[in-house]
């Protein structure tokens, strides 16, 4: 019995002393900060938001009934996939801005710092933890969608096997929001960062606008600007699939690879600009 008891203290020390290794270590500190911040964000109500877009898919349901099974489906799997995407960038929006600020104004900033944590593990841990919470929510509201397109189609159809690609691409762009979100939080006030972030959001889905505006722009100096914003900010047009997805189209891999691409690099610049604007910032 005292053997067993000795091997099991034994274990246990090992255990112990692995998980403080991994704590110590950058990817364990990001990783602890990433679940507090998602803690944070369960208890700030954040996924009772889910509960409303229940209920909005149970009252279109209803208001749709008289309606043919396919203009149905297509308004459901519609409405589904754009209210994950409104809410989606309503949390990224305004939960991502006050990531940094909270921290500041409490002052749980300079007990943060003065552990062995790194500020850009600091800005990664936050980032990671509001695309976990978006993730949960995403999730959720997919979960939603389908189970209301079985109900209208009395079974499986194919509309639903395009949801879920297209929920994917959703899942990217509010990622790309959150990076814009936290950019901005990084060196201003929350009610600036959200109209900066909001106003990303608004001109990149008419990114393309800018574009065309460019090449029919006859002075040297407009066109240079429009074309500098059109590669500046953020194209989320490469994201949005929701019309296509409602008629039951796929986003094919080649499109859903490249918005992988453009995203994870997208978020890699903001990212690397938030840790390199917040190891700057003098909290004294």
Do not use: W
């Not at 091997?7 to 020390?13: D, F, N, S």
């Not at 679940?35 to 996924?47: A, G, H, K, P, Q």
């Not at 898919?57 to 043919?68: E, M, R, T």
């Not at 953020?234 to 409602?246: Q, R, T, V, Y």
């Amino acid at each position: 019995m005292s053997g067993a008891m000795m091997i099991t203290k034994e274990a246990v020390l090992t255990e112990s002393k692995t998980t403080a290794r991994f704590a110590s270590s950058g990817l364990g500190r990001m990783r602890v900060i990433a679940l507090n911040t998602f803690r944070e964000s369960v208890r700030d109500r954040v996924l009772y938001n889910l509960i409303l877009f229940v209920l909005i898919l149970v009252a279109a349901s209803v208001f749709v009934s008289d309606l043919s099974l396919d203009m149905e489906s297509q308004f459901t799997a519609a409405l589904g996939l754009s209210v994950m995407l409104v809410f989606g960038a309503l949390i990224a929006i305004f939960i991502g801005v006050g990531l940094v600020y909270k921290e500041i104004d409490k002052r749980t900033i300079y007990n943060l710092l003065s552990k062995p944590v790194h500020r850009q593990e600091f800005v990664v841990g936050k980032y990671l933890g509001l695309c976990m919470t978006l993730l949960v929510n995403s999730i959720v509201m997919v979960a939603g969608t389908e189970l209301a397109l079985l109900y209208v189609n009395r079974g499986f159809a194919p509309i639903e096997l395009a949801v879920l690609p297209a929920a994917f691409l959703i899942y990217l762009e509010l990622a790309l929001l959150v990076g814009i979100a936290i950019m901005f939080s990084s060196f201003t006030t929350p009610m600036l960062s959200a109209l900066f972030s909001f106003a990303a959001y608004v001109i990149g889905h008419f990114s393309g606008d800018l574009r065309q505006a460019a090449q029919l722009s006859e002075s040297a100096a407009v066109h240079a600007l429009l074309t500098a914003l059109y590669y500046l900010l953020p194209n989320l047009s490469n994201f949005g699939f929701i019309a296509e997805a409602s008629h039951g189209r796929v986003a094919s891999l080649a499109m859903a690879l490249r918005a992988t691409i453009y995203a994870v690099v997208y978020i890699g610049i903001l990212l690397s600009a938030s840790a390199l604007i917040f190891q700057r910032r003098n909290f004294k």
